[in-house]
């Protein structure tokens, strides 16, 4: 069953504007992944937050993790329109159980930029 | 991180038939998964590939439909048995590095 909810499912913004993704899970994780995934392509990986750290950056993203609230934000700044794709969070188990070193990937978020 | 590479990257197959999909990494690893999108959906995890052992599969996917080979660390392969137009997918193979997952192009199957 997918455990992460995300939303918007769509987003459609100008060039230049930022773009905010949320993702919610429901069980303990060990870590927490975004991925990008142009039509239907392979998907890339961009940055991943383990269950200790509250914020990372890489270039103009930026990711928060709020484990009191099951919760993660993916900030897109200075948005391109080479960024249009569908962005997917994932969770990781924690260590010890069956489902340890597997991914469990939320719905995903449609974002469209402008030009 | 980890280079992987699939074949076919599409196919039109026919109502009744197989196909196997190729996984092919640049170096040795321990996992390697292989997960199903379906048209407008996310990823759903098929099983993890276990070199030199039978594969694990998620609820929902058996191995009579989805046998899955894994020869050796760099290698594995994933067939669609018996297709049906609902097998109609994006299969991606995956695997394991340092903690992130990284993902091959993708086979695009359409079922006829």
């Known amino acids: 069953s997918q455990q992460g909810e995300e939303d918007p499912q769509a987003l459609s913004i100008q060039e230049g504007e930022n773009a905010t993704m949320n993702c919610s899970y429901k069980?303990?994780?060990?870590?927490l992944q975004w991925y990008r995934q142009n039509s239907g392509r392979g998907l890339v990986h961009l940055i991943l937050?383990?269950?200790?750290?509250r914020e990372k950056h890489s270039g103009r993203l930026r990711v928060t993790l709020d484990t009191s609230k099951k919760s993660s934000s993916l900030l897109i700044t200075a948005s391109r329109a080479a960024d249009t794709a569908s962005y997917f969070c994932?969770?990781?188990?924690?260590?010890?159980?069956?489902?340890?070193?597997?991914?469990?990937f939320g719905q995903g978020t449609i974002l469209t930029v402008h030009p | 991180s980890a280079v992987i590479s699939q074949k076919p990257s599409r196919d039109i197959c026919q109502r009744g038939t197989s196909l196997t999909i190729q996984c092919q990494v640049d170096?040795?690893?321990?996992?390697m998964f292989w997960y199903r999108q379906q048209p407008g959906q996310s990823l759903t995890l098929i099983a993890t590939?276990?070199?030199?052992?039978?594969?694990?599969?998620e609820s929902g996917f058996v191995i009579d439909k989805f046998p899955i080979s894994r020869p050796n660390l760099t290698f594995s392969t994933l067939t669609v048995s018996n297709m049906s137009p609902e097998d109609s997918s994006i299969y991606l193979c995956?695997?394991?590095?340092?903690?992130?997952?990284?993902f091959g192009e993708g086979s695009r199957l359409t079922v006829l």
């Open positions: 170096s040795q690893v321990t996992m």
């Open positions: 069980t303990s994780i060990n870590n």
């Open positions: 994932a969770t990781g188990a924690r260590a010890g159980g069956t489902s340890y070193g597997k991914l469990t």
């Open positions: 590939a276990n070199q030199g052992s039978e594969a694990t599969y």
């Open positions: 995956s695997v394991r590095d340092s903690g992130e997952l990284f």
């Open positions: 937050i383990r269950s200790n750290e």
